[in-house]
């Protein structure tokens, strides 16, 4: 009796429709109501479109066999989906194609976002298009409903967003892009990082180096400012006797590398004639004492007699273990070809018998 009443119910509120006042119709079963296990409830217009909707009891489907299948939302713009407790909620998408399926995300009739996994050419691929910024966006749930304000790009592009607001602070963002000429990493704000690895293995400022290192060496200041001067060639390891005249063994304080050293700076600076006679960027330093400092040691890489921007510097602490120190930084401003160069050793202690050297990571223009 209910299920009758339920299927007399259905056929008055249908009756009210559209379908009802026009030349589409309802077969088999004709009624609208609770629909049997195993059966199927066929919706189908006039034009000959038709909709499936068929309750097996395992697996449920609603098929459309002409054209597309809209699920139109009203003023609430949310369609819900949910299941059980204890159960899991899938959501399949199976292409009718033999090698494809795609899921797309629409705006009014315009595309903005297409994944498509495609087992013919073994791939997945995520689009996106012009209309939505040519982008994705990576940004925490609390802000995925603002204006992340990066404008159109001309290449696809990832932008990775920190957890702040971007109405408080826009910039805070790491991208990658091909800009169709080279691989392109870009920041908002602060500076590109690698952590430090593992000891004994390659250091975060050894991975930073793009293309050439400059050796940078003399000794500690009796509680002072010292400057090191950059070791043009043949400074590039063991000639001669340690400690005789010709040694010009930067790792062991040589007698020449001990040499280059001078509290006035504009002695120990020179420019790098014959070694990179061209513009530069300075992307890391790492540097070296033989023995451990008595006093902190702090060393800042210097162009043209003032420190570069962003600041490149380091420091040995005091009576400890460790012997070397290292940075790393996104890039400098450029040092201009032919500008003069040096390392900066500042401490408040006795240290003018300690041997002290640098290594300057640069990025040739």
Known sequence: MRRLLTA???LVLFASTAFAQSSDFITS???FGDVPKGKSLT??????DTLILAATGTTNTITALNGNLELVVGASGRLDASSPAGTTMELRVTGIAADKATFSLYESTNARMVIVSDWGFDQNVLGVFAGAGNQLI?????NVGKDHDHAETTNPTLFVHSDTDPD???DEWISFEHDVTNGVIAIGSGVLTIPELAENTIKADEVAVMHDSVIFCGDLENAGTNYYG????PFIGDFGADGGSDDKNFSNGGTLCSALDNTTEATADAPLTGLLNTALKVTGMRCYLDIEPAADVVFTARSAAADLTPSVTCTVAAAGTVTSCSTTVGSTTDVAAGATVAVKSVTTDNESVINGWCKLYVAIK
């Open 8 to 10: 007399l119910l259905g």
């Open 168 to 170: 408080t602070a826009n």
């Open 29 to 31: 079963p004709r009624f």
């Open 43 to 48: 919706i189908t217009a006039s034009d000959g």
């Open 230 to 233: 950059p070791a043009q060639p």
């Open 138 to 142: 990576l940004s925490s749930f609390n």
